[in-house]
């Protein structure tokens, strides 16, 4: 790497913004100014079973963390399941990958990343953590499963509250662990409850319950982090909202983040956007959207404008 390179590179490791930052109505901003931020994160999975973000055996992490943040990503959304912190922290990273047969993959991570292999799993993601916030790039913690696996599906255990590896405590547990142990790094911005509740045992009820208690538990760690909600249904619809808004007293600033996924085959439709005139698709499926889920932003002066391409 030539020096003009190194500091061409340097110049992304710092924000254009302070920390930390709240919502308001539809908007991100950051506290202190007022301004919008604008978060585009990369997903970057850290759930499955290894409970190590994901190739890591690959490349060496620095090189990872400048690649997301030359590619334009200002965020980096890190997944994690709960068991890893109730139950396999002190487990070290080569005990893990050795566990699951991993041969390949340790010496990747003896080229690559000498240093995480003899550290516990909670210290390898510090590490992570630490060096992903070093290049600039800010983080969301997103609480993805409790039993470190692929998601998600139904009947996959991990669903809903009360699932099979879904033990709400246990839950609640994982996030205050979690908000605790990076309640003194502000490049974490955020963590998102659950992604896509969903499943035979969904229900409204539990929603509200489960959502507060939550959300109070991380900002009782942590009031700085935006509290990132998931709706029913993969994440799919928030209607219930409409009657019964979520109220959150115990939340001094404005933290609540509402999340929706919609994937080109979500409900079965994977088909519909080959099969049909695709103005009309786009148009049903803009309708359901908004129905479902995008009336969250009319909040504020201005409306969301769907794009359709
Ligand atoms: C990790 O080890 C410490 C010290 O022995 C212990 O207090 C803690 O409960 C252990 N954590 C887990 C998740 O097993």
Request: net charge neutral; glycine share 8%.
């Amino acid at each position: 790497m030539t020096p003009i390179l190194t500091i061409f590179l340097l110049s992304f490791a710092s924000l254009s913004h302070s920390l930390p930052l709240s919502a308001n109505s539809r908007w991100i901003m950051d506290d202190q100014s007022g301004e919008r931020v604008k978060l585009a994160c990369a997903s970057w999975a850290g759930h499955l079973e290894p409970m190590l973000p994901e190739g890591l055996d690959r490349r060496p992490l620095s090189q990872i963390a400048t690649h997301v943040s030359t590619m334009g990503f200002n965020c980096v959304r890190l997944t994690w399941a709960t068991y890893m912190f109730t139950r396999y922290a002190n487990m070290t990273v080569v005990q893990s990958f050795g566990d699951l047969r991993l041969t390949e993959a340790i010496s990747g991570l003896v080229s690559n990343n000498p240093n995480l292999l003899s550290l516990n799993l909670v210290d390898a993601w510090k590490a992570v953590v630490e060096e992903i916030g070093r290049h600039g790039i800010m983080m969301v913690l997103d609480n993805h499963v409790s039993k470190p696996m692929w998601c998600c599906a139904d009947h996959d255990g991990n669903g809903f509250f009360g699932g099979v590896y879904f033990d709400p405590d246990e839950w609640l547990q994982g996030l205050a662990i979690v908000a605790n142990i990076f309640k003194d790094t502000p490049m974490v911005v955020g963590m998102s409850l659950r992604n896509e509740l969903r499943g035979p045992l969904q229900n409204v009820d539990e929603w509200y319950k489960y959502v507060e208690k939550g959300a109070k538990t991380i900002n009782t760690a942590n009031p700085n982090l935006l509290v990132i909600i998931s709706g029913l249904s993969y994440d799919l619809d928030f209607r219930f909202l409409k009657d019964t808004p979520l109220e959150l007293k115990m939340m001094k600033k404005k933290k609540v983040v509402y999340e929706a996924h919609r994937y080109s085959f979500n409900e079965g439709q994977s088909k519909v956007w080959v099969a049909g005139p695709l103005n009309k698709v786009c148009h049903e499926i803009t309708i359901e959207m908004e129905e479902k889920a995008g009336f969250l932003v009319r909040g504020g002066e201005r409306t969301m404008q769907p794009l359709c391409l």
